[in-house]
T-cell receptor, first 112, second 115 residues
Framework: GDSVTQMEGPVTLSEEAFLTINCTYTATGYPSLFWYVQYPGEGLQLLLKATKADDKGSNKGFEATYRKETTSFHLEKGSVQVSDSAVYFCALLSGGYQKVTFGTGTKLQVIP | DTAVSQTPKYLVTQMGNDKSIKCEQNLGHDTMYWYKQDSKKFLKIMFSYNNKELIINETVPNRFSPKSPDKAHLNLHINSLELGDSAVYFC??????????????FGPGTRLTVT
């Protein structure tokens, strides 16, 4: 079945540091890939997505590129801010009904 | 305007009770979901409805019963609550029903505590 593996957290960075959160997936066919973010006490919200190989999703300074050859969708940001502190979820959607498979989440803490 | 809303936001109850959580979306989406998030933030899908029809029914105790009176509403009823049911429950919705890459819109969550 489908699965998503993302790096365990928590990840602690200083403000303005470079961020990478690794995500790899296993799926049949050609899944769509997503990053969702969950701020404390809130529901998940879409951060970015990519629907086909080599697509790059980007939003709020975050980027991720859909790499089919390495089955990866790593999240990056060049300079994190304290306000980026949240839990980040990698997810995939493959065929059939809209059943999304989520990774386990990576908590990011950015300190001033 | 709130896109996906849930009530109540907090629910504290005793073991053995029956409770319901309500969800409404005003996005005109066809598909709605219930997820359970545990204390380690792990998200597990429970149910999904498309146009009031149950399309995803994961391995969930039959104490949990979803009900969709119309495509804008998906409620979750839980019978005989147990300590292990304590979690945050999220409702979500998305456009369309087949893998077309549509994202999901989540509600703010309902924190259920069973004592």
């Amino acid at each position: 079945g489908d699965s998503v593996t993302q790096m365990e957290g928590p990840v602690t960075l200083s403000e303005e540091a470079f961020l990478t959160i690794n995500c790899t997936y296993t799926a049949t066919g050609y899944p769509s890939l997503f990053w969702y973010v969950q701020y404390p006490g809130e529901g998940l919200q879409l951060l970015l997505k990519a629907t086909k190989a080599d697509d790059k999703g980007s939003n709020k300074g975050f980027e991720a590129t859909y790499r089919k050859e390495t089955t990866s969708f790593h999240l990056e940001k060049g300079s994190v801010q304290v306000s980026d502190s949240a839990v980040y979820f990698c997810a995939l959607l493959s065929g059939g009904y809209q059943k999304v498979t989520f990774g386990t989440g990576t908590k990011l803490q950015v300190i001033p | 305007d709130t896109a996906v809303s849930q009530t109540p936001k907090y629910l504290v109850t005793q073991m053995g009770n029956d409770k319901s959580i309500k969800c409404e979306q005003n996005l005109g989406h066809d598909t709605m979901y219930w997820y359970k998030q545990d204390s380690k933030k792990f998200l597990k899908i429970m149910f999904s409805y498309n146009n009031k029809e149950l399309i995803i029914n994961e391995t969930v105790p039959n104490r949990f019963s979803p009900k969709s009176p119309d495509k804008a509403h998906l409620n979750l009823h839980i019978n005989s609550l147990e300590l292990g049911d304590s979690a945050v429950y999220f409702c979500a919705s998305s456009q369309g029903d087949r893998g077309l890459g549509y994202e999901q819109y989540f509600g703010p969550g309902t924190r259920l505590t069973v004592t």
